[in-house]
């Protein structure tokens, strides 16, 4: 299992179809650290290989608490993990702790994160492995709040 946060390089992504992802979201953070919006990212410029394996999810800030709401799962993820979450919560979906404490981390530190090579436990299909790349989104360029995540599956 890999897992890092922060500031890495596109050639520390073990995953090839993820790195195509970083490399976008790397070249639209401007020379000031302000951090792409969702507006940055045409769905048209996207490899259509891509779009079956992108979630995004909108960041919701009620009372100054953090709640991640799914606001599309691509068909790919739906079939590799037995359902479509769109619409909800992830905390109210089974085994998302370490999903949210990432997204968590994402918003408060406006960088990515990247795993490889772990299992699917929180899907219940934890005879698969999968491997992700999550990258913050802000309107503002600071203010996280939206979330895309990429993920392949083996």
Known sequence: MTFLCGDFATA???CEPLRALHTLWSGKVSSDGRIP???DFDPLTIHPSVLPFLILLDVIRPDGSLRFQVRLVGTGIVEAVGRDSTGRYLDELPNEEQVIGRA???VRNQKPVYVHALSLSWASRDYKIYSALGVPLASDGVTVDKLIYQMAFA
Request: no cysteine; hydrophobic share 35%; aromatic share 12%.
């Open 12 to 14: 520390e992504i073990k």
């Open 104 to 106: 968590e981390w994402m």
């Open 37 to 39: 919006s969702r507006s």
